[in-house]
């Protein structure tokens, strides 16, 4: 297979949720200047809407709709919205998922009495599970109806180094991703006879606008990088070949895995 074969995704139809910012958007990005059809889900209309007509004047075929992944529902009415308006759904990043909120540790090191967990809220705690666990669940389920009858599809959900590693990072964000890394190698085997291959994306920080983009702060970026084996936060420029390699042929054999893209993060903390 030669080099446009092996990542070719012309024609391939796309949904993306929460493509309307950061790493969705990279995915939106990459697979629309490939010749994709891509739809961009997001809760936020105008974002996304805005997205997609500036993709759309450079040529691209890329529609927005609007979803809230949290509501079985909604989800259904889009994915199938989107599936009639391209034709099937060949592709589906679940990858809409919200900020951890209320931490453990602050930016400054300092302990949050917020966060700890005797003091955790259980609206939040319940609002994390529902975007970021049981809104992969709604997206995968509503897009296995379409791809099963055609005995093919890919998904590609994203989880984060917070599945694998414990974190001062937000126990219901950590305990939602940890659910969507195993959920998504249970469906990964559920569905591998069916020629739909399941693998998820673990990214590390990212500079985004997860948080109210609290990671655009030149403080909060210093105290993560020093986290960070490879000594720096990624950028979403460096989520577009994972992405493209989970979305196409050259990845035709993988199935049920996680990677990581995440500067090392999930090995521990650098060695001096
Ligand atoms: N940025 C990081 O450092 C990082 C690290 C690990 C994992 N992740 C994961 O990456 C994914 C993307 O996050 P990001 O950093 O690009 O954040 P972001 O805030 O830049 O983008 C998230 C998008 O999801 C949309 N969204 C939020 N709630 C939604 C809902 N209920 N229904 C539909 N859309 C919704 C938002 O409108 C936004 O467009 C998330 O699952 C996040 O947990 C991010």
Known sequence: MNLQDMFDVRG?????TGGGSGIGLAIVEILAEHGARVAILDISLDRAEGEAARLRALGQTVRAYRVDVSDGASVDAAIDSSARDFGGIDVLFANAGI???????????????????????????????DISLNGVFHCVR????????????????????SSVRAMPIGIAYSAA?????????????????????????APGPFVTNIGDGFARDPAVQT???????LGRMGDVEEMKGLALFLASPASSFMTGAEVFNDGGLSLGPPID
């Open 12 to 16: 391939k139809s796309v949904i993306v």
């Open 99 to 129: 900020d951890p909120g209320s931490t453990v540790l602050g930016p400054d090191g300092e302990r949050s009495v917020d966060g700890a967990l005797e003091n955790y809220d259980a609206d939040r705690w319940s609002r994390v599970i």
């Open 142 to 161: 509503a897009s296995v109806r379409h791809m099963k009858p055609r005995r093919s599809g890919r998904i590609i959900i994203t989880t984060s180094v």
């Open 177 to 201: 991703k940890a659910g969507a890394a195993h959920f998504m190698r249970n469906a990964a085997l559920e569905l591998a006879r069916y020629n739909i291959r399941v693998n998820a994306i």
């Open 223 to 229: 105290m993560m990088s020093g986290m960070i084996p």
